[in-house]
Structure formats: structure tokens, C-alpha cells
């Protein structure tokens, strides 16, 4: 429910270890409410949501084992680079991570030259590579990615479509809302605008 | 615990670089405490009466003053996202975050009031009696703009409620800061008003990381 609207209704998914699902569909369709939805930071108007690494856990919440990241990039522009991987990995892993590990992260996304350089000071592309780091910072089984490649070059994309298909092969699952063809071999595609109720 | 620390050395990290809100609370404080003698008239003894109670009232408003941004700021970029999805839980990267605020407000606040009992002609014992009284209550404070402040996450210009929200439960600390001031100069720490004073701090301490978390979960979308 957004706005009073219904956006999915009579709907049910689910996604083993590996798998990636693509959310496709109009601007407005629900896409971004959908991935909320699953990252536990909109609670469902009906129905559950569930993660089952280990069936009846129930000390952790929903957001606890994903990471979403959207159009909110989550970037302070007063930290550096470098600070913010800290940070992360401080907040959502309760670790304290290496340094080396801090660094190889970001060279993994190509900005390991602006580790020291304010987020304010950083492009578009530069902000969506450092905010994407998060998802290496602490690992986390399902990734959630609103428009990913919003504002990433041909090299940028290429980047995140490797870290992608590491991530799967470890046995993590990624769902990403896009109108950009990510190539994510052998994803299932979800249309919305099938799945939503009367319009 | 490594969460909560990491929240706790990152806003204060952001309040000393990014200049703005803790150095325009102190600003506002010093600049009400400046101006009070020229509106009251030049009543040495007057001032020395009510000295303490304008440091206080000053102390409150500026306390207030930027505290719309606490959660505000977090929710505009995202971070907020990011404190639900931790492992830690909300309530303490709540209390976190009203820890950053004292040690960059309230804190600079008790000490400033020092300095500025003394332009209001009050005697030395008193002027460390209020520094004290603030340095104990300026905490329940923050605490209680904290409520406002996670109440109105989610609204744009929220900011102007919190004062219509949080003036309210103020009025107890307000009460007993200005009366334990006087309770401390002459019976010392054991003085009832001051007493009460850090129960409300401890009953605030306790109670409102709770509070806030609820009303941030609630109000999240």
C-alpha cells in the first residue's frame, strides 16, 4: 500500500541462495516500494516477508540481513571515502575491519584514489560507486539495489556486474530494480505492472 | 556496542567539521545572557537574582535550537535506513546520537555559563552552583528535544513543532535546574531540587531511548 493505492496484491516469490531477480516496470509502479518492502523498512499491508538462513531465527530482523541501496546514496558530505567504509562496517557489521580490507574495497569499485576526499566533493558516479561499497563493507546475503547503475560509466557497470556474479557465486542473492539490461545471467524478471491490481 | 560507538564518534566527527549547529547553540546562548543586562537596566541586584534563572531559560532555548536536524538530516540522506539495518539496537544508536548532541551542546553550554555569571554580577558560588545544575540537567534536555526531534522525522519544517512538542516536558527540568541552583550554593549536593534534578535526568535517560526508537520505527516509510 502506498499512497493508498495497492501496488502488489496476490503475490508470492521465493528466492534461493544464488538466484537474482530483476524488477522491471513504469516509473511509479511500485519497484522502489517493493525493495523497501523486503529490505523490512515498509511493513507489509498484508502478508509476510520472511528470511530463512536458519529456520526460526528469530533475534534478527529483516533489515539485518540485507542491504538496500537506493536513491538516497546514505553519503554525509562531510565524512571522506575511507570514513565511510569504516563507519559501515562499524554500524551494520560490529566489526572494526581492517584497514587493507577498507581499501581493497574501494579500489574493487575504482574510487581507491579518493579514499581521503570529503563525499561532498564527489560526482554522481563517484557517489553511487562509494555508496555500492557498501555492500562489500559487511557482507550480507541479499542485496537490494534500486537503479544501480544510475549515473555509473560503461566501467562502473562492468565493475558492479562482476561484484554481482562474485556475490551469487558465493551463494548470495541480489534483486535490482532497473531499466538498464544489467546481463545478470539467468535472472528471473518480474514485470510490476503485470503483477499490480486494478489501475 | 561497535555500532553505537562508531554513530557516536561519526556525529561528533560531523558537529566539529561541519561547523553550523553546536556553534550557533553556544553563540545564541552567549548572545541572550549579553543582551539581558541591557534590557533589564543596569540593577546590579537584579541581575544577580535572576541570574540564574535567565542562564537556564537561555541554556534551554539554545539546547532546542538545531536539534530539528538530529534525525532529519540522517532521514534526507539515508542514513536513518542504515540504523534500522544494524545489528545494534535502535534505542542505543538513539542514546548515541543524544550523547553526540550533549557533548557538543549541552557540554559547551555548562562550561560558557561560567564566564557568563560573571557579566550577570553573580557571586562565584553561584555561577559554578548553575554550571553544575546545567552540567547535570542539560542532558535531560537534549533528552527531551530527542522525542521532538524523532516525532517529527518524517515532516518537512517539522522543526517548528518540536518547540510546541518539547517546551512542555521541559518545564519540570526547568523548574528544579533554577531552584537547585540556589539549593546547591547553600546546602551543597544534597539539596531536595537538586536531587530531583538528577532523577529526572536518570528517569529521562532511561525512558526516552525507548520512546524515540518507537517513534522512529513508527514513523519510517
Not at chain 2, 88 to 110: F, N, Q, R
Not at chain 2, 136 to 161: E, F, K, N, Q, Y
Amino acid at each position: 500500500m502506498r499512497g493508498g493505492r495497492s501496488l502488489v496484491r496476490d503475490f508470492s516469490l521465493v528466492l534461493g541462495g544464488g538466484e537474482a531477480l530483476v524488477l522491471t516496470g513504469p516509473n511509479g509502479v511500485g519497484k522502489t516500494s517493493l525493495l523497501r518492502l523486503m529490505a523490512g523498512l515498509l511493513a507489509p499491508a498484508d502478508g509476510t516477508i520472511r528470511f530463512d538462513a536458519e529456520p526460526g531465527r528469530t533475534d534478527r530482523t529483516l533489515s539485518e540481513d540485507c542491504h538496500f541501496v537506493g536513491a538516497q546514496d546514505a553519503l554525509t558530505p562531510e565524512l571522506s571515502v575511507i570514513e565511510h567504509i569504516r563507519f559501515w562496517a562499524r554500524l551494520l557489521g560490529d566489526d572494526t575491519g581492517s584497514e587493507a580490507a577498507a581499501f581493497s574495497i574501494l579500489d574493487a569499485l575504482g574510487i581507491g584514489h579518493l579514499e581521503t576526499m570529503p563525499a561532498g566533493y564527489l560526482s554522481s558516479g563517484q557517489r553511487r560507486r562509494l555508496s555500492l561499497a557498501r555492500l562489500l563493507a559487511v557482507p550480507r546475503p541479499l542485496w537490494l539495489l534500486d537503479e544501480p547503475t544510475n549515473a555509473l560509466d560503461t566501467a562502473g557497470r562492468e565493475r558492479l556486474r562482476i561484484l554481482i556474479a562474485r556475490h551469487r557465486a558465493l551463494g548470495g542473492m541480489v534483486v535490482a530494480a532497473t531499466h538498464d539490461p544489467l546481463e545478470l545471467p539467468d535472472a528471473m524478471e518480474l514485470d510490476l505492472i503485470s503483477m499490480a491490481g486494478v489501475r | 556496542m561497535s555500532g553505537m560507538m562508531a554513530l557516536f564518534r561519526r556525529d561528533l566527527l560531523l558537529a566539529l567539521r561541519g561547523g553550523g549547529g553546536p556553534g550557533l547553540a553556544l553563540v545564541f546562548f552567549a548572545s541572550v545572557i549579553a543582551v539581558a543586562p541591557f534590557a533589564l537596566g543596569p540593577d546590579l541586584v537584579l541581575l544577580a537574582r535572576i541570574g540564574p534563572a535567565l542562564i537556564w531559560l537561555a541554556a534551554l532555548l539554545a539546547t532546542l535550537l538545531g536539534l530539528d536536524r538530529l534525525f532529519a538530516r540522517d532521514a534526507e540522506e539515508g542514513t536513518l535506513d542504515l540504523l534500522f539495518a544494524s545489528p545494534s539496537a535502535l534505542e542505543l544508536l538513539v542514546l548515541a546520537k543524544a550523547a553526540a548532541h550533549w557533548m557538543t551542546t549541552g557540554l559547551p553550554l555548562a562550561v560558557v555559563s561560567l564566564l557568563l555569571s560573571l557579566m550577570l554580577n553573580m557571586s562565584v558560588a553561584t555561577g559554578f552552583a548553575t554550571a553544575l545544575t546545567l552540567l547535570i540537567g542539560t542532558p535531560a534536555l537534549t533528552l527531551i528535544g530527542v522525542i521532538g526531534a524523532s516525532l517529527t522525522v518524517g515532516l518537512r519544517r517539522g522543526g517548528l513543532l518540536i518547540p510546541v512538542l518539547v517546551l512542555p516536558l521541559a518545564v519540570p527540568v526547568l523548574i528544579f535546574g533554577v531552584a537547585a541552583v540556589e539549593g546547591v550554593a547553600q546546602h551543597g549536593f544534597m539539596a531536595p531540587a537538586f536531587l530531583v534534578l538528577a532523577g529526572l535526568v536518570l528517569a529521562t535517560l532511561a525512558l526516552i531511548p525507548f520512546a524515540a526508537a518507537a517513534a522512529l520505527r513508527a514513523g519510517r516509510n
